[in-house]
């Protein structure tokens, strides 16, 4: 997308994203995708290939103990009080399979 | 001097509740009516809580007891960033999308903040998921500076930093992930730390970016943002990029201290009239015994590229947990798709939607190479770049920002915007800690505003900069 941003292009992301832009809003997303685009394709005249080997972090590979860290149940009932509709302890959601 | 019991900083309020001079219910009766009197013009805070009598009355026990003993954060009136989850509360992170969603559990730094026998205020508002430097992208309504009613307060931050400086709070914590805690807090005339990455636990803080997000303090003085530094930070098991004391081991510097300044990237873009304030501040810790070296860090350029690239990819993905279904805003359409995208749509404002879709296209096949995995090498030649700046320097200085707050709407195209943090995102890309501390004033239209000047030092540096910012 060096070229120039389009609606289309918008509208395809949006689609990606699991967003919906309105179709008259694409073409002002559009225009300022460019403008970002422009800006952030500054980093073609980077040179990264250094040859130096890549620099491991001082903290890598974090793993905790397999372990339960809490009672079964504990927090069951706080966070099943935010879901937009619960049946029982279960979250209740539309049905994807059916048999039609 | 009479100062009242709001204005006071940490380390004055402390001194007054062990001396007796005032009990930890007068000071929070004063700050929360201040509080509630100030902020229907500056709206920096989203919520103001109801007093929690059992914490005022514990913290006064205690420090009736402990005596000098108590910590200094005991009874303390604070105000949190609402991205901050305080187990009862709405976290909301300014969107509609969690308007209606209530913590579960408290973050790691509010529990920490809880030990202390701290005070919550309230929540406060900010950029939507911390996207912006102006508070105008809060679902909920800008926050206005109090120095200046007409200018933002700066951003994401802008709601904690406008809470201090206003008085409506003793400090605040915000997030910083590009500069939301350092960009405001020098628009604001405050202290801010974006501490060195993983010495905060983020465990409990809604994720922007989740390689570049760390929790800090937005406070009126140096003192201050080290007990808030030291009672927030430390290892948490519950945060796996979180690190111990000891990872970054500390050399010893002596009373004076070497400043870089990479002279090269002030040559241009800033205010003239800050330039001079800078000259200013260096000259003055020069006469103190400080050595100014100039540096020279070629690759900064790239930065806020790069970072613009990073962030949107970390946050699209971050952000694509908020689908309708388990919590916060559910939109109900025909299909489950449906259901996901009227959220989501409903949910996020514009520059929320613009990042995740920005996100969404440079970690899209046929891009990933050209954008995001050239941005994550730069981070590896800007934090060589970095290193080797720090054999001749102990810490790196540039002003905070180019120019001092501006008023609402001038920054109305995104890539103006984005500028604003073109001399605070490096620290988030290499990780390494920085403060702003005011440095001076300039005025605007015949308001007097303050202006930042930026410390950055070595991962795990952060006593270098509390030591040389007290200079300042």
């Known amino acids: 997308m060096s070229t120039r941003a389009n609606p289309e292009d918008v509208a395809r992301l949006a689609a990606l994203s699991r967003i919906q832009v309105p179709v008259g809003e694409l073409e002002a997303f559009a225009k300022d995708f460019d403008s970002i685009v422009a800006y952030i394709d500054q980093l073609n005249g980077l040179h990264t290939d250094t040859g130096g080997e890549p620099v491991l972090p001082a903290l890598h590979n974090v793993f905790r103990e397999d372990t339960n860290s809490h009672v079964g149940g504990e927090w069951t009932e706080a966070i099943a009080s935010q879901f937009p509709a619960r049946e029982g302890n279960s979250l209740s959601v539309k049905k994807i399979l059916t048999h039609e | ?472």
């Open chain 2, 1 to 472: 001097m009479d100062k009242k019991l709001n204005e006071y900083t940490i380390v004055e309020a402390a001194s007054a509740l062990r001396a007796g001079s005032c009990t930890v219910q007068e000071l929070w009766d004063v700050v929360a009516s201040v509080a509630e009197e100030k902020n229907a013009e500056i709206n920096a805070y989203l919520e103001i809580f109801p007093a929690d009598t059992d914490a005022i009355a514990a913290a006064q026990k205690r420090i009736d007891t402990e005596k000098e003993n108590a910590p200094l954060l005991c009874g303390i009136p604070l105000a949190i960033k609402d991205n901050i989850l305080i187990e009862g509360h709405v976290a909301s992170a300014a969107s509609k999308m969690l308007a209606n969603h209530v913590a579960v559990y408290d973050a790691t730094v509010i529990q920490k903040l809880k030990d202390n026998g701290a005070l919550f205020v309230g929540r406060t508002n900010m950029d939507e998921f911390a996207m912006g430097s102006s508070t105008e992208h809060s679902a909920f309504g800008t926050t206005k500076n109090p120095l200046d009613v007409t200018r933002v307060p700066g951003g994401s931050s802008g709601g904690s930093a406008a809470a201090v400086a206003a008085h409506m709070a003793i400090a605040a914590l915000g997030t910083d992930t590009g500069g939301s805690i350092r960009q405001p807090a020098a628009h604001c005339g405050l202290v801010g730390l974006k501490p060195t990455y993983g010495s905060v636990s983020r465990y409990g803080a809604i994720s922007l970016g989740s390689s570049l997000d760390q929790i800090g303090p937005l406070t009126k003085s140096v003192a201050d943002a080290k007990i808030l530094y030291d009672a927030i930070s430390g290892k948490d098991e519950k945060d796996a990029t979180s690190v111990g004391k000891d990872l970054y081991p500390q050399t010893q510097s002596g009373n004076t201290l070497r400043i870089g300044v990479p002279n090269h990237l002030l040559e241009e873009g800033i205010d003239s009239d800050v330039m001079t304030a800078f000259k200013e501040t260096l000259e003055k810790l020069r006469g103190e015994g400080h050595e100014i070296v100039d540096i020279s860090l070629p690759t900064s350029s790239f930065a806020l590229p790069a970072y613009y690239v990073i962030m949107p990819a970390e946050a699209s993905t971050n952000l694509s947990r908020y689908d309708g279904i388990r919590y916060g805003l559910a939109e109900r359409g025909a299909t489950l798709l449906d259901d996901y995208v009227q959220s989501r749509t409903e949910g996020f404002g514009t520059e929320t939607k613009r990042r995740i879709l920005l996100g969404t296209f440079v970690l899209s096949a046929g891009y990933i190479d050209a954008y995001y995995r050239k941005a994550e090498a730069s981070r590896e030649l800007l934090r060589a770049e970095y290193k080797n700046a720090f054999a001749v320097c102990d810490v790196i200085a540039f002003p905070t920002t180019p120019a001092p707050a501006f008023r609402f709407g001038d920054k109305s195209d995104p890539v103006s915007m984005y500028l604003e943090d073109v001399f605070t995102v490096t620290a988030n890309l290499t990780g390494m800690p920085a403060l702003s501390v005011p440095m001076g004033t300039v005025v605007r239209d015949g308001v007097t505003l303050p202006v930042g000047i930026h410390l950055t030092a070595p991962n795990g540096g952060e006593e270098k900069l509390f030591s040389i910012s007290e200079r300042v």
